[in-house]
C-alpha cells in the first residue's frame, strides 16, 4: 500500500484515538456529552468554531469555483465571510450564550420556544433546520470522496481499474483517475471515522477533534501552498503560466464572470453562521462571556490563511490542468493538482490528511446537533416521561445513526452531479433567510410568534421554489448559476422573510410583558 495511503490511515487512527481519550474525560452526563458542561476556554472555543465554519465548501469548493469562476471568488467568499462571521459572533453569539447559559438551553429549537412563547415554532423550525444541515452534510461528504479520489489516483491501478478515455479521434489515453480509491469508500471511510470518535465523546470529542484538525489544515494547507507553487516554478511564475493560458486568463478579472449586484449581494450568505445549529451548540460551550474575545478578533486572519492558498490554487489549476475531461468535475480539482504536483508520498500524506481534516471538522459538530436537537426538541418534549441520561446519549446517537446512512445514501447519489459550491451555498442561502429571526429574537422585543412562523414559511416556501429552478429544473444551454435581476436569490429570499417578520409582527400580538422581562431584563 502507498505510504501517502498510510499517512491519510494513521491520521484517521490519531482521531479515534483522541476520541478515546476525550471518553476517559467525559463526565457521563447529558449536559457533558452534549455542551461539554459549558466549560471551553478561549484558544479551544477559537479553534473548534474556526474548524466547524470550515468545510469541503471552503476548501475544495472554493478551488474548484475559482477553477470555474476567477480569482472574483475570493472577494465574493473570504471577505464577506470574514468581516460577517465576526460581527454576527459579537452581536448574536455572546448574546444567545448567556441567555442559553442562564436558562439552561441545548438547542436553538428551545431558546426559540420560550422566547416566542410557541411550541407549534419549535416543531416547525426542527424539521426545516434537520433538512437543511443534510445539504451540509452532503457537502462534506462529497468533498470527502472525490478528493481521496483525486488525491490517490494511480495508487491502486490492479485493485480499482478505470477504462481509458476514448478520444473523439477514435485513439485512447489512460484515465487520469485510473487506479484510485473510489469515491463511495472515501465517503464511508470518513463517516465511519467521525462517527467513532463523536460517539464516544460527544461534543467533547468534536471540540477536540475540531481544534485538532485546525491546526493539522491550517498548517498543512501552508506546506501544500508551498510545493504547488514552487513546482509551478514560483508565485511568479505560477501566475504567468494562468496569463498564456487561453482557457484560464479569463479569470483573472471578475468582470465577465460574476457582476456587481451578485458580488454584493453574496455578503448576506455568512448571515448564515446566525443561524446554524451546531454552530449555536459551540457558542453555548463557552466557559464566560470573555472567551469569545479572541474567536471574533483572529476568525477573519484564519479566514485569510486558509482561503487565499485555496483560490490560487484553484486559479493555477486552470492553467496547469486546462480543460477538465468526461468523467471529471472541479470538486476533484484540488486532489489532483495535489496528486500531481506534490511528489513526495510524506508530504502528500500530510496535505492530504489536512484537507480531509477540514472535511471532517465541520462533520462531527454537526451529526452531535442532530442528535442534540432530536433528543432535546422531539423526544423529551413529546413523550412526556423521564429519561436517564444514559438513555438520552443513546437516543440521540441512534439519530445520528439515522441521519449519517441517510446522508450517505444521497451522498452517492448526487456524487457525479452536485457541484459542492453551489450546494454549498444552497444549504447557506436557507440559513441566512432565517437569520431576521434570531436577529429580531434578540433586539426588537415586538417580534411575536406569528411573525417567525411567517418567516419560515416564507423562506421554506420561496427556497424550494428557486432551489428547483437553479438546482433540478432544465436549464437553457449555456445557462449557469441562477440570479434574479442580477442578485443571488439570498437577497430576495432573506427580504422577504424580514418583511414577513415584521408586518406579521406589528399585526399580531406581542409577546407577553413576563417575556419580554425574561429575555430583555433591565430595559
Known amino acids: 500500500m502507498p505510504i501517502t495511503f498510510w499517512i491519510i490511515l494513521g491520521y484517521f487512527g490519531l482521531l479515534i484515538a483522541l476520541g478515546l481519550i476525550s471518553r476517559s474525560f467525559s463526565k457521563g452526563t447529558s449536559a457533558d456529552f452534549f455542551v461539554v458542561s459549558r466549560n471551553v476556554g478561549p484558544i479551544l472555543l477559537l479553534l473548534s468554531i474556526f474548524g466547524t465554519t470550515m468545510t469541503g465548501f471552503a476548501l475544495v469548493g472554493s478551488t474548484g469555483k475559482a477553477y470555474s469562476t476567477g480569482i472574483g471568488v475570493y472577494g465574493m467568499m473570504a471577505s464577506w465571510s470574514g468581516l460577517v462571521h465576526s460581527a454576527v459572533f459579537f452581536l448574536i453569539g455572546i448574546r444567545l450564550w448567556a441567555v442559553g447559559k442562564k436558562y439552561g438551553y441545548l438547542t436553538q429549537c428551545e431558546y426559540f420556544r420560550e422566547r416566542f412563547e410557541s411550541p407549534r415554532l419549535a416543531y416547525l423550525l426542527f424539521p426545516i433546520l434537520v433538512l437543511l444541515v443534510i445539504p451540509y452534510l452532503l457537502v462534506g461528504v462529497i468533498s470527502a470522496g472525490k478528493f481521496l479520489q483525486g488525491a490517490t489516483a494511480g495508487m491502486f491501478p490492479e485493485m480499482f481499474p478505470i477504462a481509458d478515455l476514448i478520444l473523439p479521434d477514435g485513439s485512447s489515453k489512460p484515465h487520469p483517475l485510473n487506479g484510485s480509491f473510489p469515491a463511495e469508500w472515501g465517503g464511508l471511510l470518513i463517516c465511519l471515522v467521525v462517527l467513532f470518535y463523536v460517539f464516544l465523546g460527544g461534543l467533547r470529542g468534536a471540540v477536540w477533534a475540531n481544534a485538532f484538525q485546525t491546526v493539522v489544515f491550517m498548517g498543512s494547507g501552508i506546506i501544500a501552498f508551498y510545493l504547488i507553487s514552487q513546482r509551478l516554478g514560483g508565485l511568479s511564475a505560477a501566475t504567468q503560466m494562468v496569463v498564456d493560458s487561453d482557457f484560464a486568463s479569463p479569470r483573472l478579472a471578475r468582470e465577465g464572470n460574476m457582476g456587481h449586484l451578485q458580488f454584493f449581494t453574496y455578503c448576506m450568505i455568512p448571515l448564515s453562521v446566525g443561524m446554524f445549529p451546531h ?67 510524506v508530504l502528500s500524506g500530510l496535505v492530504a490528511a489536512g484537507v480531509l481534516a477540514a472535511i471532517m471538522s465541520s462533520l462531527d459538530s454537526q451529526f452531535v446537533c442532530l442528535g442534540t ?7 423529551l418534549r413529546v413523550s412526556k416521561r423521564p429519561y436517564t441520561d444514559a438513555q438520552k446519549i443513546f437516543i440521540g446517537r441512534a439519530f445520528i445513526l439515522l441521519i449519517v446512512a441517510v446522508t450517505y445514501a444521497l451522498a452517492m447519489w448526487l456524487k457525479d452531479s452536485a457541484h459542492v459550491f453551489d450546494l454549498g451555498v444552497w444549504c447557506f442561502t436557507g440559513f441566512s433567510a432565517l437569520f431576521p429571526i434570531v436577529f429580531g429574537a434578540v433586539y426588537w422585543k415586538r417580534t411575536t410568534a406569528a411573525g417567525a412562523i411567517a418567516a419560515v414559511l416564507v423562506t421554506a416556501i420561496t427556497w424550494c421554489i428557486l432551489f428547483y429552478r437553479d438546482m433540478i429544473a432544465t436549464k437553457p444551454p449555456g445557462a449557469d448559476e441562477l440570479l434574479i435581476f442580477g442578485m443571488m436569490p439570498v437577497a430576495i429570499i432573506t427580504g422577504l422573510s424580514a418583511l414577513s417578520l415584521v408586518i406579521v409582527s406589528l399585526l399580531t400580538r406581542p409577546p407577553t410583558k413576563a417575556t419580554v422581562a425574561r429575555f430583555f431584563p433591565g430595559k
Open 279 to 345: 454552530l449555536f451548540q459551540h457558542w453555548l460551550t463557552a466557559r464566560s462571556a470573555k472567551s469569545f474575545r479572541l474567536t471574533v478578533v483572529a476568525h477573519p486572519i484564519f479566514i485569510m490563511i486558509v482561503w487565499v492558498p485555496c483560490i490560487l490554487i484553484g486559479m493555477w489549476a486552470a492553467g496547469f490542468l486546462g480543460p477538465l475531461g468526461p468523467g471529471q468535475n472541479p470538486n476533484m480539482v484540488l486532489g489532483r493538482m495535489v496528486n500531481e504536483l506534490v511528489h513526495s508520498p
Open 373 to 379: 436537537m432530536f433528543t432535546t426538541d422531539i423526544v
